[in-house]
């Protein structure tokens, strides 16, 4: 063969000791294997075999004639290291150069710059050799053994290097590593470093950190967003006294103290003065137990000054009382089948769980007779628990959830929820019935192991449909250009009425203490409270009634100087943890103060039953209509039947609801009070003295018991209009339309207004919570709900006015522009359109 054609050599152990000179004639050369020969020397004309990129050599077969005088002069810089030959610094195309062992005190200041992988270990360097940070090309570089005390600042300019290995020097600063992002592995063993830079969280591509036998008695809380990069940590013979609770989010770390072959895998933790957490925890195969022991500690030595508020929301039999009950009880307390322990308006109770995390758990009614109070109980400082039965979830879709989501993103931009699937049970008993049915011809224990990666099955199937769905329904959401939801990562499916150790109900439990003391997400449950507040809040509690204005309250504080800014923080902090209701995001509420919660909540319970109809019985049935409410059996019959056909109940029947509940009249008729403030009912006040014929006129109408349209009532509702403005001209009409732009209207939003605009008439007429003619102040109004339909995708409301007196006109407009106004401060996530014709017209238009 040619010379010039000559690839590879193979010349190990050939006994040479050294290269010809014709060498150089071997232009084509890219490997030279000379292992196994005692070579004294190289020939300079290997520097122009431009095409050579691999020299395997024994380099220490060059410092074997290094006596003992001069490597101790070597060792103490008397002298510089000339014995490797220097034409291998200056082989332009080397890939790889071991000088490990070599007795080198000193480089070129030239070095080949197409190296790829330099060892320099066990050498005399003093100092980090300059010349190394030139090879830009460097993925491995070790510098083991050596003895300097830095690393220099130029290091950073190694962008390509991957592997960093500097054990048993005396480096005590290493903060140019953070620079070198591409580093997938660090050495630095046996050092003595007492910190690490504050930045090393940039080297994301990090998977192996060693650093045994430093004087680390910290870490950076930067390490801990490497996340689930970094599978190695080697922290062994350091000066740690804890681990940080942050590295609980170093998933990589899967293992603890155990090797993968020759080399350590996972955390290292042995021989650190470590106390927090105790040895006993520590030292384990398994650091999830480390992570999951620090994290209670976490949570039970976290400052907890104020509870945090969960707000359960859902259809009804949805299981959220279930649900409250089993986190508050500890144990399954499902409501009764006949529907008793059903949510009445809203129910407050408060939670510590076992880490001594406090709670205050709201429960909304999910039945619709509650429905305009929904948006009025969410708190932009709670955590809305949306819960949904997920066999309702298998059978009709999203919307059992999608309604819920559209209800915050209307009322409550930005808020916090989290998404609970109850029931679980449904679906673990249905496919273990289905796999036994399958396998009744195998054994009880193979039976058993099918039903249940049958149920897991399920279970997953279930999980990946309700992700699926709710991916489309934020992005319908944003399309909608609603604003963001703060969703909770994870989906919970539990059973209510299943043992309180299964596994995903553990993990709601876990997040919602994690939720609670997160200074970041939940800042306001970290501020502390005044002891002034609770002697001032007692008094409050004290006071008669069911609210309090605000008038008062005001003086009242500040008699107790609490004053301003302190006042609305109390009444905040104390409304946050369930003592008071202080609706203030509403108009007509703010001024009020609930201050007896649970006694409010128990007269709407009794006022609004969810079925009127089990209540109102036959006469002779319940003693209570005779004697409480003082009615014959013809009287009574009068008044049941115009609660059950037209919505409307008397004052006897209103006494006989609440009985044995604060039946006096004064608590009667602040209760009533509520009910129309709260927009669930229109009221109308008893007379002060008894009068004959109290069974037929009504002081409470609830829109939700007014009986369905019927088919021909848009036509009714049409010719009542014509004939009670008959007598209005045509200028003294005028119409209004409030829409959300493309969107739908809040719910309940046309009782709301019925509710709203009652104190402000003079008559009425309705027609279930759909239409309503009364006389507003000599204008007669005319008021419609309109669904969306494919033509125009905008539901709200529509309006005519009619007024003799164009003043009058005007006023009626003006009350309604400003209702409307005070719907879109209530619900900031809904972009209002006005349309309007007639009286008022220029003021109005879009908006």
């Known amino acids: 063969m040619k010379l010039e054609r000559l690839v590879h050599l193979n010349a190990t152990q050939t006994g040479i000791k050294t290269l010809p000179e014709e060498i150089v004639c071997c232009d084509a050369l890219e490997s030279l294997l000379l292992f196994g020969n005692p070579i004294d020397s190289l020939p300079d004309s290997l520097r122009e075999l431009n095409r050579l990129h691999t020299l395997h050599i024994n380099y220490r077969v060059f410092a074997s004639g290094v006596d003992a005088e001069t490597d101790g002069m070597l060792q103490r810089q008397q002298l510089t290291s000339e014995h490797i030959p220097s034409v291998v610094f200056h082989i332009p195309q080397l890939l790889e150069m071991d000088l490990e062992a070599c007795k080198v005190n000193a480089l070129p200041r030239s070095l080949t710059r197409s190296l790829v992988e330099l060892n320099i270990a066990a050498n ?46 005396q480096l005590t600063f290493v903060d140019s590593l953070a620079d070198l992002t591409e580093l997938k592995r660090i050495d630095l063993g046996f ?74 895998r996972g955390l290292w933790l042995h021989k650190n003065p470590i106390d927090k957490p105790p040895a006993k925890v520590w030292n ?46 500890g144990h399954a307390a499902p409501t009764k089948s006949d529907g008793s322990g059903l949510t009445r308006g809203f129910q407050l109770s408060s939670w510590r769980s076992e880490n001594r995390c406090p709670f205050v758990l709201l429960e909304a009614g999910g039945h619709p007779i509650y429905a305009p109070l929904l948006a009025k109980l969410l708190d932009p400082k709670a955590l809305h628990c949306v819960v949904f039965d997920i066999a309702e979830y298998q059978q009709i879709g999203f919307d059992v959830v999608s309604r819920w989501l559209r209800l915050l993103a209307a ?3 930005g808020a916090r929820v989290q998404l609970i699937g109850t029931k679980l049970d449904t679906i673990s008993m249905a496919t273990e019935t289905s796999a036994n049915e399958i396998l009744a011809e195998v054994s009880e224990v193979e039976a058993a192991l099918a039903a249940e990666s049958t149920a897991e099955a399920a279970v997953q199937r279930l999980r990946d449909s309700l992700d699926e769905d709710l991916a489309r329904c934020l992005e319908q959401l944003r399309a909608d250009s609603n604003p963001e939801l703060r969703l909770q990562p994870r989906i919970h499916l539990v059973s209510a009425v299943g043992p309180p150790a299964q596994p995903d109900l553990l993990t709601l439990r876990d997040d919602l203490e994690r939720l609670s003391t997160n200074r970041e997400a939940m800042p306001h449950l970290q501020k502390y409270v005044p002891t002034n507040w609770q002697p001032f809040m007692e008094q409050v509690k ?67 039953p969810v079925s009127l109809a089990d209540f109102l019985v036959d006469y002779n049935e319940n003693a209570l209509f005779r004697a409480c409410g003082r009615m014959s059996a013809a009287e009574y019959e009068e008044a049941r039947e115009a609660a059950l056909s037209r919505g409307q109940l008397s004052w006897p029947l209103v006494r006989c609801l609440a009985f044995g509940r604060g039946g006096q009249r004064q608590a009667l008729v602040e209760a009533l009070h509520c009910l129309e403030l709260l927009e669930l009912a229109c009221c109308t006040m008893p007379p002060q003295v008894p009068q004959p014929g109290l069974h037929s ?21 049409a010719a009542t209009w014509r004939s009670v403005s008959a007598g209005c001209p045509q200028t003294g009409r005028a119409s209004l339309r409030a829409c959300p732009a493309g969107r739908p209207a809040p719910p309940a939003l046309f009782a709301c207004l019925s509710a709203a605009i009652h104190s402000a008439i003079s008559w009425r007429i309705d027609w279930r919570q759909s239409r309503l003619i009364c006389e507003l102040d000599h204008c007669l109004l005319a008021a419609v709900e309109v669904d969306g339909d494919e033509a125009d995708l905008s539901s709200g409301l529509d309006f005519e006015l009619a007024s003799q007196s164009a003043v009058k006109l005007q006023s009626g407009f003006d009350w309604l522009a400003d209702y409307v106004d005070g719907v879109r401060e209530f619900a900031p996530g809904i972009e209002w359109r006005f349309e309007s014709s007639g009286a008022g017209a220029t003021e109005s238009g879009a908006s």
């Open 697 to 717: 006129r009504p002081v409470l109408t609830v829109p939700h018991l007014m009986p369905e349209p019927l088919p021909d009532s848009e036509d009714d509702f």
């Open 411 to 413: 009322h409550l931009p």
């Open 542 to 608: 004290q006071q008669d009634g069911l609210y309090i204005e605000w008038d008062w309250l005001v003086e009242f504080a500040d008699q107790r100087n609490i004053r301003d800014a302190q006042l609305i923080d109390c009444l905040e902090f104390y409304h946050e943890s369930g003592q008071l209701l202080w609706l203030r995001r509403h108009r007509r509420l703010r001024n009020f103060v609930l201050h007896r919660p649970d006694k409010l909540a128990d007269f709407l319970g009794r006022l609004l």
């Open 124 to 169: 005399y360097f003093p100092a980090f050799p300059e010349a190394v940070c030139s090879l830009h090309q460097l993925t491995l570089l070790d510098v083991s053994r050596n003895g300097f005390k830095t690393l220099p600042p130029a290091l950073k300019d190694l962008r390509s290097l991957r592997v960093l290995l500097a054990r048993h020097n």
């Open 284 to 329: 384990t195969w398994d650091p999830a137990k480390i992570w999951a022991h620090m994290e209670r500690m976490a949570i039970q030595n976290a400052p907890k000054l104020r509870p945090c508020k969960l707000v359960f929301l859902g259809d009804l039999g949805s299981g959220k009382t279930s649900l409250a009950r089993l986190l508050r009880l």
């Open 191 to 264: 050092n003595c470093i007492a910190k690490l830079p504050d930045n090393i969280g940039q080297l994301t591509k990090l998977t192996a950190l060693l650093l045994p036998g430093n004087r680390l008695d910290a870490l950076p809380k930067s390490l801990c967003s490497l996340g689930d990069q970094l599978q190695t940590l080697d922290l062994t013979g350091n000066r740690l006294t804890s681990i940080p609770p942050e590295m609980a989010g170093l998933a990589g770390l899967d293992r603890a103290h155990q090797f993968s072959g020759l080399f350590k």
